[in-house]
């Protein structure tokens, strides 16, 4: 059984990567490039820390689903999470598109584009009926499923460089957009869906050591540097040896694997920092970020009026502005939805 140490730096990096995901909807969509030195380090450290936010928030997206799964005594067909992953699934999507409903527009008569584009909670609310799939499919089996996500995980991005040039357009414009890059989609399935299955299989094969996670600090980030830095030339060794000209490719575009150490490396930093954290705060952020991210969207993007701060400041704020403006916006959402949790607490 999970201990309170488990919920401490899961729900820690899930409260981390919400708050990236945040900074960096918010600087990226407001700083005035124009203004800032791009090659100076601090940009640049920033940049590659905002490439981490995504699959981060992904990878703990499978963890977290599959750890649920696996707590409920009963499992199988029976287990009361796969309803519940199914109705937060259907939450995520229906979430997903509100968010880009735009009011005005449908007042003359059309429904805006952005509507119809898949984005972060689209993506997630699939992947858990992928997750659920898998599971009711192969929970009768005798085996580990975590194997079965591993290989998934890397079919998925080992396969990259060939689905990503795919023509779509015998589908609906819909489909393609959830399927792959180059359809209107700010995220969709693949490869994204690899990092929640690369999750799935850390909650698999973490199911009974949580009471010793200490232990595994070394293993993930050891993984997770190996991941940086060694796996570009394993697979340039790969391409040369077969030789096969895929592993090749994924090499010389190698952001998926490496990625993928990047969250390795988190986890294992947050494991080792866990006990150090204020947890009650963080706590709060991590099993919030649904409503973080709700509420995030109107104040900046303007859902369903059309105005936010992106339609009238867009890519306008000095440097020193974006920063003290990003604190109050922090400050404003978490505070919101402060309330609105405290409120519907006492209602209920």
Wanted: aromatic share 20%; proline share 3%.
């Amino acid at each position: 059984m999970p201990t309170k140490s488990r919920i401490v730096f899961l729900d820690v990096l899930r409260a981390f990567a919400i708050l990236m995901m945040l900074q960096g909807h918010w600087i990226s969509g407001l700083l005035d490039l124009n203004q800032v030195d791009t090659s100076h380090w601090g940009y640049r450290f920033w940049l590659y820390c905002r490439g981490f936010t995504a699959p981060a928030f992904f990878t703990i997206t499978g963890w977290v689903f599959c750890f649920l799964l696996l707590k409920n005594p009963i499992q199988g067909s029976q287990n009361q999470r796969l309803k519940k992953g199914i109705k937060r699934g259907i939450e995520l999507l229906i979430w997903g598109h509100l968010l880009r409903l735009n009011l005005p527009s449908l007042f003359y008569g059309s429904i805006n584009p952005s509507f119809f584009q898949p984005d972060v909670l689209h993506i997630i609310g699939l992947s858990l009926f992928f997750i659920i799939v898998i599971y009711r499919c192969f929970s009768f089996l005798n085996l580990n499923l975590g194997w079965i996500f591993v290989v998934l995980g890397i079919v998925i991005f080992a396969t990259e460089p060939l689905y990503s040039n795919w023509n779509l357009n015998s589908l609906p414009n819909l489909v393609s957009s959830y399927m792959i890059k180059g359809y209107g989609g700010v995220f969709y399935l693949f490869p994204w869906l690899g990092y929640v299955f690369w999750g799935a299989a850390i909650a698999y094969f973490f199911k009974n050591r949580y009471s010793n996670y200490h232990k595994w600090i070394l293993p993930f980030l050891c993984s997770g540097l190996i991941l940086i830095f060694l796996s570009s030339p394993f697979l340039n060794y790969l391409g040369n040896l077969l030789p096969l000209l895929l592993f090749q490719k994924i090499a010389w575009n190698n952001f998926l694997f490496i990625r993928l150490g990047d969250v390795l490396v988190l986890l294992g930093l947050f494991m080792g920092f866990a006990s150090q954290i204020k947890i009650k705060f963080w706590r709060f952020i991590g099993t919030n970020t649904l409503e973080l991210y709700i509420v995030h969207y109107f104040i900046l993007y303007g859902s369903i009026t059309g105005y936010g701060f992106y339609k009238f400041y867009a890519k306008e704020l000095l440097l020193w502005e974006s920063i003290l403006s990003l604190v109050l916006f922090l400050g404003a959402c978490i505070g919101i939805v402060f309330v609105w949790k405290r409120k519907k607490y006492i209602n209920d």
